[in-house]
């Protein structure tokens, strides 16, 4: 496949994920994806294997973050690799604690499938949103109780 068609199947996947899609990227990726996000104290940090880790990584994501991308990604490719760069804001939905997050992707796309994602984020803001203090440890506690 050439440069452009595997930005464009990346963009199709970006623009899935940004819908809320868990379908579309799975069809997108081997049945051998791997996905790294690194880090620590990050609740989503962690490898991912095959569709079924795949969609748990999404069902998580979506259960845990709001997230929005307030500038269109950059794109940027050679042979096999994509990078994609770009900035997310949004709140760990547990903690409503906001987060700026700077991130690049590197996405290696094989046969037209997406066969590697690799995250470099700042875990330290995600993890640091994600902390709980003694206030927001009541309050989840009490909306799981009442709700």
């Known amino acids: 496949m050439s440069v452009e068609e595997n930005v464009q199947i990346v963009k199709v996947f970006f623009a899935a994920m940004g819908r809320g899609d868990q ?3 799975l069809a997108l990726c081997a049945e051998d994806i791997e996905w790294i996000i690194p880090g620590e104290d990050w609740p989503l940090a962690g490898t991912y294997r095959g569709h079924a880790g795949l969609a748990d990584l999404l069902q ?5 973050v709001e997230t929005s991308f307030p500038e269109p990604p950059e794109f940027v490719a050679q042979g096999d690799r994509v990078l994609v760069v770009g900035v997310a804001k949004g709140k760990i939905k547990a903690t409503n604690r906001p987060f700026k997050d700077d991130w690049v992707f590197a996405i290696t796309v094989r046969n037209g499938k997406l066969t590697n994602i ?7 803001a995600l993890a ?6 003694a206030s927001s440890l009541s309050l989840t506690c009490a909306s799981r109780i009442t709700g």
């Open 23 to 25: 379908q579309g990227p």
């Open 60 to 64: 998580k994501a979506s259960e845990m």
């Open 118 to 124: 690799r995250e470099y984020i700042d875990t330290q």
């Open 128 to 133: 640091r949103a994600s902390e709980m203090d």
